[in-house]
């Protein structure tokens, strides 16, 4: 039988967990025609899957697309592809800019993945379109791809439209997957050796999706479903927004025998004042009350969050608010990040004079030196215990392997005999970012 030559691809995935999900499935979507390479320089076909969060995050994909440009001079039928939400946000612009731009394709359009590199004729091609129920349908697929800990998108999008912030405009409105074909991914991830999954969406806990009695669900009760999967031993979901925070699912955080003891809650600032201007829709008591009433059910539970200093308007005294919520909670971990204007959102037209850049820097590294505090106080606790830790590879030295608790901490451990799936580690160090341990 005459061997298929199939095309090399090359990925390069920036930005959140779900652009690494998409990644993945937009490999498997071309598995029967497309080999993944891990070179740029021997590829047919380069995605660049992009972020449009942070200037920063955007500008990283133009100098990107400079390196290529030197890559498409040796080799005429290089393709270059721009997927992800710089695609969905400025494709149009940059495609027109960028002639060694062949496509450019947003989120909502991948399952014309396959159908743009059938095509013979060299059109350059723009899929900007919304059709996330018939991406979801393609989704259904088979999964290939499988790690010890896998992410599935179970809802996708935004109608929020926090003030900063782009996802509403690059992901579209918000859309939950069919209980149904969720469950079926999960079982087919776990049959193919997958023991943690971790449940994503813009919004993940305002998931409402249709049960297969045709009833509407949340996501407490698709975490329970799933917890039936048999082989599956640890869920865990992400991002959470506060006010979706339903009394369900905080009840299932002290009950659940598969549920991470970890929450993901961004709160991005103590004052009220700039909560109401970000539109984050709770207030910093009303946050304060969900984490009291989650310790309640679960003392152990590690809170994660996410920060934004030098919000427009945001004066010391808002900046100390965000520094007494942080003191009162004492998150397990948490991303802090300097304001970024970004065009198109509410906040990109508010006076944003009073904070000078070196305030923002100034800001910035006092929340971050308290948060790192904490992180490690709460890491420090571990020390001289004995952890379960789901390996999910080998480490940078000789008989080193690395895993996660279910408090989502990286531990590194040592080992000379081959290890299981999970083991037995106790703990002997820690530091912000990881503990270290022996089996
Ligand atoms: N859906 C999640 C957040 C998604 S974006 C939520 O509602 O919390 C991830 C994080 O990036 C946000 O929590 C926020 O802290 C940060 N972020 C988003 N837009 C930003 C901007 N314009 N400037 C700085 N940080 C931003
Ligand atoms: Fe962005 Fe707010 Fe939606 Fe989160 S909830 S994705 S921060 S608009
Ligand atoms: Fe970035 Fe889009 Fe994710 S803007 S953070 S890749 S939803």
């Known amino acids: 039988m005459k061997e298929i030559v199939k095309d090399k691809i090359y990925i390069k995935t920036f930005g959140c967990q779900m652009n690494n999900y998409d990644s993945d499935r937009l490999l498997e979507s071309l598995s029967d025609t497309h080999k993944k390479v891990i070179n740029p320089e021997e590829a047919d076909i380069i995605v660049l899957n992009t972020c449009h969060i942070r200037e920063k995050a955007a500008e990283k994909i133009y100098s990107e697309v400079g390196k290529i440009k030197l890559l498409k001079k040796n080799n005429d039928k290089l393709k270059l592809i721009i997927t992800g939400c710089v695609a969905q946000a400025e494709g149009k612009a940059m495609i027109k800019r960028q002639p060694i731009i062949d496509a450019v394709v947003g989120p909502q359009m991948y399952h014309k993945f396959p159908g743009i590199l059938k095509k013979k004729n ?238 923002k820097n100034e800001r910035l590294l006092e929340l971050q030196e308290l948060l790192n505090k904490h992180q490690k106080k709460f890491n420090n606790n571990f020390i001289n215990k004995e952890v379960r830790v789901l390996i999910k590879g080998k480490g940078k030295k000789l008989n080193q392997y690395r895993g996660t608790t279910k408090w989502m901490q990286v531990v590194n451990f040592e080992s000379k005999k081959t290890v299981n799936s999970f083991e037995n580690v106790k703990i002997t160090k820690s530091s912000n970012n990881s503990l270290l341990g022996e089996v």
């Open 122 to 359: 060299s059109k350059r091609v723009i899929k900007l379109d919304f059709e996330h129920d018939k991406k979801f349908n393609e989704l259904r697929g088979k999964r290939i791809i499988a790690n010890v800990s896998s992410f599935v998108t179970i809802q996708e999008g935004c109608d929020k439209f926090c003030s900063f912030c782009v996802v509403p405009f690059t992901r579209g409105s918000e859309i939950s997957r069919k209980e149904e074909d969720i469950i079926k991914e999960v079982s087919m991830l776990v049959s193919l050796g997958c023991k943690e999954v971790i449940l994503l969406g813009q919004n993940v806990n305002a998931y409402h999706g249709i049960s297969s009695k045709n009833q509407e669900i949340n996501l407490a009760s698709l975490i329970i479903s799933l917890e039936n999967i048999k082989g599956l031993e640890r869920i865990s979901y992400t991002t959470s927004h506060p006010k979706d925070m339903n009394i369900d699912l905080i009840n299932l955080h002290g009950i659940s025998q598969k549920l991470n003891p970890y929450l993901h809650l961004p709160v991005q600032s103590g004052s009220n004042k700039i909560l109401k201007s970000m539109n984050r829709k709770y207030t910093s008591e009303q946050y304060l009350k969900i984490i009291e009433n989650l310790r309640r059910k679960n003392p152990n539970i590690a809170i994660s969050s996410d920060f934004i200093v030098g919000f427009p308007g945001e004066t010391k005294n808002d900046f100390a608010q965000t520094i007494k919520l942080v003191k009162e909670v004492e998150f397990a971990q948490a991303y802090s990040f300097k304001y970024s204007r970004r065009p198109g959102t509410k906040s990109s037209r508010m006076d944003n004079k009073e904070i000078t850049l070196n305030e």
